[in-house]
């Protein structure tokens, strides 16, 4: 994969993204993701996957660090950034 990536708060390309070894994802397997479409520019059901995230994260007892606006943001931006028009994009938490 290349291009860029938001990772914990900004973004960065992706052959630089590195994890913290001591990240929960990475030690113990936590996490969840979302897979989310993109038509023509626009990231499909946003809400309903934030929510679902959301979720998710608390069944697991896992934060979630940003408000789904800012989430929103990231995930625009992602899909700009990399001229996804029409694709997927997955937002992962650990």
């Not at 900004?10 to 936590?30: I, K, M, P």
């Not at 998710?56 to 660090?65: C, H, I, N, Q, Y």
């Amino acid at each position: 994969m290349t291009g860029k990536i938001w990772l914990n708060g900004g973004f960065v390309e992706s052959g630089q993204a590195r994890l913290d070894v001591a990240d929960r994802g990475f030690t113990l397997g936590d996490g969840l993701f979302e897979t989310l479409a993109v038509r023509d520019g626009k990231i499909l059901r946003a809400p309903a996957h934030l929510a679902r995230l959301r979720q998710g994260a608390s069944t697991l007892r896992l934060p979630v660090p940003y408000d789904d606006a800012t989430l929103g943001q990231a995930l625009s931006g992602t899909a700009r950034m990399n001229g996804v028009g029409d694709g997927v994009l997955r937002l992962t938490l650990s």
